[in-house]
């Protein structure tokens, strides 16, 4: 059993920036990759971004140039940075974990883009 625990979520302006975070309980690097999505009330989860063992980073076209996915082996972190936030941002983020057919997912973090 592997935990993920977001944390980094909040309330900012139009414009503003917000990073996240994802703390896993073991090595990042037992996943063959990671990934961010959202999921705004009434819509269905939208994969945000990943980051595979390897290093290899995608993109939803709809954050990429403003959205960036990293990661710190040491501390077994990855990180969702997003800038340039707009209200249609706004959605709970979750982080997860994938193994062949396994998934982890973490609790999520609330991010509202609000005027």
């Known amino acids: 059993q592997v935990d993920l625990v977001e944390s980094g979520g909040g309330s900012v302006q139009p414009g503003g920036s917000l990073t996240l975070s994802c703390a896993a309980s073991g090595s990042i690097f037992e996943f063959n990759y990671m990934a961010w999505s959202r999921q705004a009330p009434g819509e269905q989860r939208e994969l945000v971004a990943s980051i595979n063992v390897g290093g290899r980073l995608t993109y939803a076209d709809s954050v990429e140039g403003r959205f960036t996915i990293s990661r710190d082996a040491a501390a077994n972190t990855v990180y969702l940075r997003m800038d340039s936030l707009r209200p249609e941002d706004t959605a709970t983020y979750y982080c997860?974990?994938?193994?062949?057919?396994?998934?982890?997912w973490g609790q999520g973090t609330q991010v509202t883009v609000f005027s």
């Open positions: 997860s974990g994938h193994i062949l057919t396994r998934s982890y």
